[in-house]
T-cell receptor, first 114, second 114 residues
Framework: KNQVEQSPQSLIILEGKNCTLQ??????????LRWYKQDTGRGPVSLTI?????NTKSNGRYTATLDADTKQSSLHITASQLSDSASYIC?????????????FGKGNQVVVIP | DTAVSQTPKYLVTQMGNDKSIKCEQN?????MYWYKQDSKKFLKIMFS???????INETVPNRFSPKSPDKAHLNLHINSLELGDSAVYFC?????????????FGPGTRLTVL
């Protein structure tokens, strides 16, 4: 069973609307959680990184939240734009893995339509 | 300006052939990685090198052989290609001693085995 589960698997939203993506993880102990954006045909690009002591972090219209107690994170996209169409991948690291090993979710596929 | 670059971007080849994918990073990082992303978009780590030394070697067929001539390069050689090797391969790099050990990904190489 994957240690990082994301929902919904895919999402279609109207341009200008907001949306929230969910990430639940079972990785323990926990070092940090990252959200990556992957455009079609490109490599993942980091949006936010949070340690267990951080509850929220923003990057422009992207806001990530983290509840380390319930092992849940969300990524909120505000006032979506067509360029937000991408896969959003939740990634968790554990000190048990060594800092160079990551546990990946399968991604939330977001399509923004005009 | 490209931080992590890969060549070629596309690779189409026949079953049984041997091929190589090259990766270079100009970020001065000490660690490099190879990931495989299958048709379901799931990223799986294959190898990781720290200062030219292999530190992660997941359950990957020994037909796959990484080579790191120096810290800035990590090439992937694949022998006797099989249909199941068709995927997108991503190179990444990071500085393990960094606060978050953030990984920067290359643009990917789409390998198609016919």
């Amino acid at each position: 069973k994957n240690q990082v589960e994301q929902s919904p698997q895919s999402l279609i939203i109207l341009e200008g609307k907001n949306c929230t993506l969910q990430c639940n993880y079972t990785v323990s102990p926990f070092s940090n959680l990252r959200w990556y954006k992957q455009d079609t045909g490109r490599g993942p690009v980091s949006l936010t990184i949070m340690t267990f002591s951080e509850n929220t972090k923003s990057n422009g219209r992207y806001t990530a939240t983290l509840d380390a107690d319930t092992k849940q994170s969300s990524l909120h996209i505000t006032a979506s734009q067509l360029s937000d169409s991408a896969s959003y991948i939740c990634v968790v690291t554990s000190p048990d893995y060594g800092n160079n090993r990551l546990a990946f979710g399968k991604g939330n596929q977001v399509v923004v339509i005009p | 300006d490209t931080a992590v670059s890969q060549t070629p971007k596309y690779l189409v080849t026949q079953m049984g052939n041997d091929k190589s994918i090259k990766c270079e990073q100009n970020l001065g990082h000490d660690t490099m990685y190879w990931y495989k992303q299958d048709s379901k978009k799931f990223l799986k780590i294959m190898f990781s090198y720290n200062n030219k030394e292999l530190i992660i070697n997941e359950t990957v067929p020994n037909r796959f052989s990484p080579k790191s001539p120096d810290k800035a390069h990590l090439n992937l050689h694949i022998n006797s290609l099989e249909l199941g090797d068709s995927a997108v391969y991503f190179c990444a790099s990071s500085q393990i001693s960094g606060t978050y050990n953030e990984q920067f990904f290359g643009p990917g190489t789409r390998l198609t085995v016919l």
